[in-house]
């Protein structure tokens, strides 16, 4: 196992090895105001390129992102910003992991938040799970569960590696 993390604690990146396959496992709790959005998007970034030289890692990254991709889709109540600067910076990341949303992948138009605040109501979702598109077609499933305890609700992604298929010569 190869692991980084900032001395902020807002992320980690881990290299492991399971069976035959390689993954890059990224958290990251990010910051809220969108100056410091940046600035841990911008060590994220260069922490990545320690990570993966030999390009055999599959990405799955997540965390509490403190942000959202869609005012629409991902927001309900108050009044939603989307914060421009940092998702370019976090769709450079995306870009370099060629990696997506795929809870968005899975279900396109369904409103599901995963953060919750009773007054003002508001709900958005923060937090997210993206895979490589090399992972994809082996991820099981990918749910947003209800929170009991916490304002914020839990994401769990099954994969099945085990499930390659077999695809013949052609």
Same mark, same amino acid.
């Given at each position: =196992?190869?692991?980084? #993390?900032? &001395?902020?604690? !807002?992320?980690? =990146?881990?290299? $492991? ?22 600035? $841990?998007?911008?060590?994220? /970034?260069? @922490? ?7 390009? *055999? ?15 629409? *889709? ?9 914060? !421009?600067?940092?998702?370019? #910076? *976090?769709? #450079?990341?995306?870009? #370099? ?8 992948? +899975? ?9 919750? +605040?009773?007054?003002?109501? %508001?709900?958005? !979702? *923060? ?7 090399? %992972? ?7 749910? =947003? ?7 914020? &609700?839990? /994401? $769990? %992604? @099954? $994969? ?11």
């Amino acid at each position: =196992i190869k692991q980084s #993390k900032d &001395s902020d604690g !807002r992320f980690l =990146i881990l290299e $492991v090895d399971i069976d035959d396959d390689k993954f890059l496992l990224i958290n990251l709790y990010n910051a809220n105001t969108e100056t410091e959005q940046l600035r $841990v998007l911008d060590l994220l /970034l260069s @922490k990545l390129d320690q990570h993966d030289e030999d390009g *055999l890692c599959r990405p799955i990254f997540g965390g509490d992102l403190n942000l959202i991709f869609d005012s629409i *889709l991902d927001s309900s109540g108050g009044n939603p910003t989307l914060k !421009r600067r940092s998702l370019a #910076k *976090l769709m #450079k990341i995306l870009d #370099k992991l060629d990696a997506h949303d795929i809870f968005r992948i +899975r279900y396109p138009t369904l409103k599901r938040f995963t953060f919750c +605040r009773k007054r003002p109501a %508001i709900q958005r !979702r *923060l937090d997210y799970i993206f895979t490589a598109n090399s %992972i994809q077609e082996f991820v099981d499933s990918v749910k =947003i569960l209800p929170s009991f305890m916490s304002d914020h &609700s839990p /994401l $769990v %992604i @099954k $994969v099945n590696m085990n499930s390659k298929i077999n695809r013949g010569k052609y």
